[in-house]
Every structure is written in C-alpha cells, then in structure tokens.
C-alpha cells in the first residue's frame, strides 16, 4: 500500500494513457518543445475516507480524465459538509491522481521538469516511487525536476500526486479540490533559463525612447562550467525591435544573474484601452548553436499613484474602476479554463471594468496572460490570512514554514506581466490592529522590494481608519479614532480601504503623505430578476457582522434594486458617488464582480453561492451592471427594469439608468406617466405607478431629440426555449468552451421572467455539456447534470469541444414548452 511519505512501498497500478515526450533540436521548435501540456489522460481516485484509510493499491478503482480537476463541485451540497456553507456546501476530501508516460531517449541528457500552476491543497508528489515533496498552498505553482528518476526509451514512467484538502474548514469561500490548474513538462538543456527566471523592467519611459532592463537567471546542471553567449531580442508581434548581447562563463552546477539594457524607439504603450505587449526572446547559444530559448511577454507603460491626482498611467489620469474576484469559475467549480475566465473578464469590459483584484490569492497565470492582452489593472494578492488564522485549518497553520517561500514564487512568477500594478500582502489580517501584524509586514515589504521594486505595496485593511462613521471628520489626533497598525506604520506605500466609504474624503487629512486606493467596496446583495414591493429603502442584511441573520424574503432572495447592502458596505451607487467625485481616490475595487460559490451572505443554508456579484453565477448581468456601465463606459445606456409581470393594480417602481441624455420619458401603453431627470450626484430615475399588463416604454431624450428607446412587454403563458451560443465556432480541442444562453420565452418571443421550469440538455457530437446553471444562489442541482431548474426565465449551459472537427448539436426541452437546438461548430 502507498502511504504518505512512503518512499520504500508503491503500490502495483495499472498503465493508463501512456503518452510519449519527444525531443526536438531545430531551432525553431525550441519554444514549442520547451514547455508542453501534461493535461490529459490522468487516472484519478477519490477515497472513501473509511474503507481507503489514506492508501492506494491494486484494487484501487480509477477513472480517466483530463487536468483542471475540480473534484468538490462533482458532489452533492451538503448540509453537513464540514466546509459548511461559507465553502459553499461541497465536501473536500482526499484524492489520488496517477498518470503513466514515456521520455524519449534523446531527452536523457537534459533536464525533464513537471510544473504544476496550482494543486488544492496538500499536495504530494512521486514519480517512479522517488518522493519530489510537498506543496500545502493550492493557489501557487511549483516545479519538479523528474531527471534523475526518469526512464528513458520504451520504459513507462509514473507519476502519482497525492491531494488532501479533507481538513475542513480550510476557506471562508469554496476552494475546490485537486488538480485545479494547468501542468505542463518543460524540458531544457542542462544550461538554460531558469524557472520564472527573467525580470523585465522599464525603468524610464518617454514618447521618443524607453529603457528596457532584463534580468535573466541562468542555471547550469551540468558538472562543468561553461562559456555561453545571452542573446535577448525584442519582438513587436514578429518583428524585431532591438537585441542585446552577452557573453558569459558559467560555474558547475551554479547559477548566474546578468543584466542587459535595451532602448526601444518610439515605443507603443501599454494601456487599458490599446494593451500593446512586446516579447522579449531570450536565447543560450554554446559553441555557437543555440540550445535554449525563453519567451517573456512584458509591456511597457509609466505609472504612479499621486497624492492629489490618483493614478496616472502614461502621464494621463485613469479611475482605476475595479472589481474582486474569487478564482471559481461558477458551474465549472476551480477547474481553469481560458476561455471561461475570458468571458468573465469579457463581460466585466463590456460594464466598464478596467481593475481586477485576484481576491485573496495568487490567481491562475492565465488571468493575468489575459489581463495583459485585455488591459486591466490587476492588484495581485498573496495571502487571506498571516499567522492567525479565520478558519480552523486555513493557511495559518502553514504561514511558519511557507509563507516567504510563496510570496517569493508569486512574485517571480508574476512580476513581468504589464497589468500587475500593485502588490496587496494581506486582506483583512487579524493581526492589523497590533504590533504583531506590523511586523509581519515589514517582512513580507522586505521581501516584495526585494524582488520587485516597480509596484506600490498595499493590503486591504478594514479600515485604516477605524473611526465612528458618525463623526467622519475626526483625524487620528483625536481621541476616539483607533489606530490601524499598518496602516499607520508607514509599511505599506498604498493606503488601501476595505470599505469604510464614509471616511474616503478625508483621507489627505489621515494620512497626507500616502496615496489612496479603495481594495474593497461595496458589498452589495442582490439576487437576479428578484423585486421587493418598494425600492426607495435601504436595508442592512444582517444589521451587524456578527450577529446572525434572522429576516429576509421567502427562497433567501434578495431585492435586484440596489437597496440592500452588507452592513460593512454601501449600495452601489454610494460608494461610487464619493469615488468619482475626487480626484486624489484613486479608485475601487467592488465586491465582487461575480457571484461565486460559498460565502451566501446575508443568509446560510440552503444558500450555497454568494449575492455579492454584479453579475450572477451563470454570468447573467444584474440590473445595477448597468448603473454601472451608464457610468463607466462610452457605450449609450438606457435600461429599465424590472420586468412587467404582476398582480393588477400593484404599485411597482420603476428604476431607469441612463447616460448621454438630459431626460427619460416613460410611457405604459402608450401613455406617458412622467419624464424624469437626474439630479445633482443621482445615478438613476424612478417612476411609482400602479401596473397594468401591456408594454413599458422608455425614451431618453438630450436636446428635445431621441437618444435611445427601450420596451418592456408583459409576457404570457412561457411557450418556448431559444438558445443562443456566445461563439457558434470553437476550436476542437478538448478545452474550448461554448457557453449557451437559455431563454424561456412566450408565444410572441418575451422573456418570461418568472419561468422556472426544468430543462434537459442533450448533446450530439464530439463534445460533452460540462456545466449547467441557472444563477440561483439557493439551487442545489448539480453543476455537472445535463438538467436544470431556470431562475426567472434563464439558465445557461456550457459545451466543451473534443478532439475532432464538426458540428455539435444542443437540444434543450421542458415539459409544456416547444424544444430549441443550437449548432456549434468545432475546427
């Protein structure tokens, strides 16, 4: 039997998926052969924490699949589950992945290495019995070098990892569980770069000229020395910019830094609007043939967070409008999938988002590869809690022997991308209101300007200024205003507030030498397509943090006005209010972007998924998406909601968010009720009328002339489905994904917007359905069936390509309505 740390005895497996590692020599397919997926064809095990008794052997039973693996959102919702439903209800668990394959001769003299992008958490590795180490952090990746177990030739090799997240709670939010990013085998020459072993910097940067200064770590495995030449050439797409070369001698078995400077003429920059990225190709060549080539993507910008203006980015002030987000991916649980992240980060532009903060961890690389060619900017965060801990087994319990080495990581592995502009240590540390937490974070400061010294460092403290919110204009001088540690330390180089919204004007007063930055706000409830009768109060769901929850709506719904708030937080138009008013608040990060699995405040079971999202789980906007769109974008807004299906004579609010117009008229059936305009710091219109059934009609007006118009229609009796896919053509290869909208429509072609009916999914073709949802935060159907119950007229169903070309058919049909199908073409 397989134990942990049991390097004597591995147990007899059966050979699954055996694959072949090449080698290649030409020139040109260096880059492709460095680095290559190991994704496919695992063999996992999931234990029976009593029959398994943490072992594995012969009569372990496996199946077959492909990394990202998120175990956790394959189970059933758990009202027992000892994540409880701040972990969103699903049970961890200790799992066992195995994977057989075979290295081709040729490789046996060089370096085979497996790179892991994030295992959840506890991770063990062995390949060939040899025990590689350990890993507790799910969120950071890591890299082994297999070469001196490896087998060579026709003999199997294999690999076992080992993933033990059954100690719960470890998260105030869901996890996931297992083999949750990507892996990869990179195979180098003996002399090569290093592992995250580039540092690109553009230390001055002017219209006509930027500095570019390269860092490069090389690494020599082999028992001699060696003389190499550093070529590092700078590409825009494919052509090349400028070179730099270096000649260098090389101890045994030793490691060597060296620094190169490059000058870029006339330089495209990097933006949130136009995100231009360079390459920076960095090659070994010995005896002059080139053995080692290295990629580094990086972009080239100028930036500063000023005391009075914000953030200036190219000499240009920018309001960093952010959002939060958790690393789940919604129906596809913690598994990564590019494209998934794409459409969020797709759907969050289209609002007018152009700030991510990866809330609380790492994120995937993919993110932040996306982040740099979409133009966001990224605060990019290590750690949720330092050395006391939030749940009973979270990272605390790791922080002594792990934390530096995890900072360290992320900051090699994320220091060149161009969309990382700040650094955040720490969010909401317990130990920030003493003497303790200070510490701590002169130490992680040292660290992070150890490795970079580019990027403002920050953490998200509540607040810094802990005063009471009823005489806001007290400084710290005064006698009731408590200190926060850190903040008031002078660590940190950015001030940033979780919350606190009341206390942001006087910030230059706090603190006059530290610029400002909003790390969370909001904190806003809101479940989608859901009404209460009256939209004009606000209401604290709880009334405290700590006190329990005991009000609410029938089915733990939330109102969709923007009325109802967190009781640390504000509505959404609050916060913003006081953000776009001065210019020296340099921005804001909303909680959250997304609804995400876990953490369903204000209530507990039977809700699993969060309300905080501006968008739903499944990715359908909420209503105040559009606020916020009005407000952010360029884009001509008029929305009105809600919809126009109730009781005859009920009174109904009417919301409308507008911009690029001095006025909105609404007419019901063809007769006007009002023209409203908004007023001083107002973000929104509001009619009161009693409801009759028939069609809502909106006209914004500037000038006495017609922007736009928008019609809401009382719909009948839900007739139909209609699918619409968000890409039709997907690439065959066994990743892409096609996420497919379902409407539950009546006769005429309306939304019904109270149809919560049932709908099966099948699918023809090389493809598989791999999540479902309908945005439900109390649904406690599988994201993994092929059916599922509509919230309020929509569900959402997500097809994943496979190997081969062709067409996929998706059927979906409920009882009573007329089935729809979609084709989505694979290539």
């Not at 700078?234 to 270096?246: L, R």
């Not at 952010?322 to 998934?340: M, Y």
């Not at 003493?434 to 509540?462: C, F, Q, S």
């Not at 020296?584 to 909680?591: E, R, V």
């Amino acid at each position: 039997m397989h134990k942990r740390n049991n390097l004597s005895l591995l147990p007899l497996l059966i050979f699954v998926g055996t694959i072949l590692l090449g080698s290649c020599s030409k020139k040109e397919d260096l880059f492709k052969n460095r680095k290559v997926s190991f994704n496919a064809n695992w063999s996992f095990h999931l234990n029976d924490s009593i029959a398994d008794k943490d072992t594995i052997g012969t009569s372990t039973r496996w199946r077959t699949l492909n990394v990202p693996h998120d175990w956790g959102v394959e189970g059933k919702f758990d009202e027992k589950s000892p994540a409880g439903y701040g972990g969103g209800s699903l049970n961890g668990g200790l799992g066992w992945y195995k994977k057989t394959f075979k290295v081709a001769a040729e490789d046996s003299t060089k370096i085979t290495s497996i790179t892991f992008d994030g295992v959840y958490k506890n991770s063990e590795v062995w390949i060939n019995g040899h025990y590689l180490g350990k890993r507790p952090n799910g969120y950071i990746g890591f890299q082994y070098d297999m070469s001196p177990y490896l087998n060579y030739g026709d003999k199997n090799n294999e690999i076992i990892v080992k993933v033990d997240n059954s100690k719960q709670p470890n998260s105030r939010w869901y996890s996931g569980s297992g083999i949750f990013r990507n892996v990869w085998i990179e195979t180098t020459a003996k002399l090569h770069v290093a592992h995250w072993g580039t540092y690109v910097t553009t230390p001055k940067v002017t219209a006509e000229k930027a500095s570019v200064a390269i860092e490069t770590t090389i690494q020599n495995q082999s028992s001699e020395s060696k003389k190499a030449t550093i070529i590092t050439t700078i590409f825009k797409e494919d052509t090349k910019v400028t070179s730099v070369t270096q000649d260098i001698t090389i101890a045994a078995d030793g490691k060597q830094t060296i620094k190169q400077e490059a000058q870029v003429e006339t330089p495209i920059l990097w933006s949130v609007e136009k995100p231009e990225l360079y390459t920076a190709v960095t090659e070994i060549s010995l005896d002059d043939k080139i053995i080692d080539q290295y990629k580094t993507n990086f972009g080239i910008r100028d930036f500063k967070f000023d005391l009075d203006k914000g953030f200036i980015l190219n000499g240009k002030q920018l309001k960093i409008k952010g959002v939060c987000l958790h690393h789940d991916l919604g129906p596809l649980g913690s598994a990564i999938n590019t494209r998934a992240i794409e459409r969020q980060l797709e759907i969050m532009k289209g609002m007018g988002v152009n700030g991510i903060r990866t809330s609380h961890n790492p994120p995937a690389p993919e993110l932040l590869e996306l982040c740099d060619k979409m133009g966001f900017i990224v605060m990019d965060e290590a750690f949720d809690m330092w050395k006391q801990s939030k749940t009973k087994y979270d990272y605390a319990t790791d922080w002594d022997k792990w934390h530096k080495t995890d900072l360290i990581d992320q900051l090699l592995r994320d220091r060149n991308h161009p969309s990382v502009f700040i650094w955040s240590i720490g969010n909401e540390i317990p130990e920030q209101w003493n003497e303790t937490g200070v510490e701590i974070a002169k130490e992680l400061a040292a660290i992070t300007r150890h490795y970079d010294k580019t990027r403002p460092l920050t953490a998200g403290m509540n607040p810094p200024v802990n005063m009471n919110i009823d005489e806001v204009t007290l400084q710290f001088e005064k006698k009731n205003v408590q200190f926060n540690a850190i903040a008031a330390s002078g660590v940190l180089d950015l001030i940033g507030y979780n919350y606190a919204h009341q206390t942001y004007e006087h910030h230059k007063k706090n603190f006059p030498d530290k610029p400002f930055i909003a790390t969370e706000t909001t904190s806003g409830l809101q479940t989608r397509g859901y009404y209460d009768a009256v939209s004009d109060t606000i209401k604290k769901w709880p009334v405290r943090w700590d006190l329990k929850f005991t009000g609410g709506n029938p089915g733990n719904t939330v109102s969709a006005y923007d009325q109802v708030q967190a009781p640390w937080g504000s509505t959404h138009e609050a916060t913003w209010k006081v953000i776009k008013k001065h210019d020296f608040l340099s921005g804001m990060y909303i909680w959250t972007g997304f609804d995400y699995i876990g953490e369903p405040t204000p209530y507990e079971w039977p809700s699993v998924s969060s309300y905080f999202g501006i968008v739903d789980i499944a990715g359908f906007p909420k209503d105040v998406y559009y606020m916020y769109q009005s407000e952010w974008t360029d884009k001509t807004v008029l929305h009105i909601f809600p919809h126009w299906n109730w009781k005859a004579g009920q009174t109904v609010d009417v919301w409308a968010y507008y911009n690029n117009a001095d006025e909105v008229e609404l007419f019901l059936n063809g007769k006007s009720v009002g023209v409203r305009s908004k007023k001083g710091e107002d973000l929104h219109v509001m009619w009161r009328i009693p409801f009759q059934p028939g069609t809502l009609k909106a006209v914004s007006r500037k000038n006495g002339k017609t922007v736009l118009e928008t019609e809401i229609k009382t719909a009948e009796n839900p007739s139909q489905l209609k699918l619409t896919a968000d890409r039709s053509t997907i690439k065959a290869d066994e990743n892409d994904l096609s996420f497919v909208t379902v409407d539950i429509l009546d006769e005429k072609g309306t939304l019904a917007p109270n149809a919560n009916n049932e709908i099966s999914f099948s699918l023809k073709g090389n493809g598989k359905i791999v999540g479902v949802s309908s945005g439900d935060p109390v649904s406690h159907e599988s994201f993994k069936g092929t059916k599922h119950t509509a919230l309020n007229g929509k569900c959402l169903v997500i097809v994943q390509s496979g190997k081969q070309s062709g067409r996929l058919e998706l059927t979906a049909k409920a009882n009573g309505l007329k089935p729809s199908t979609i084709v989505i073409t694979t290539e």
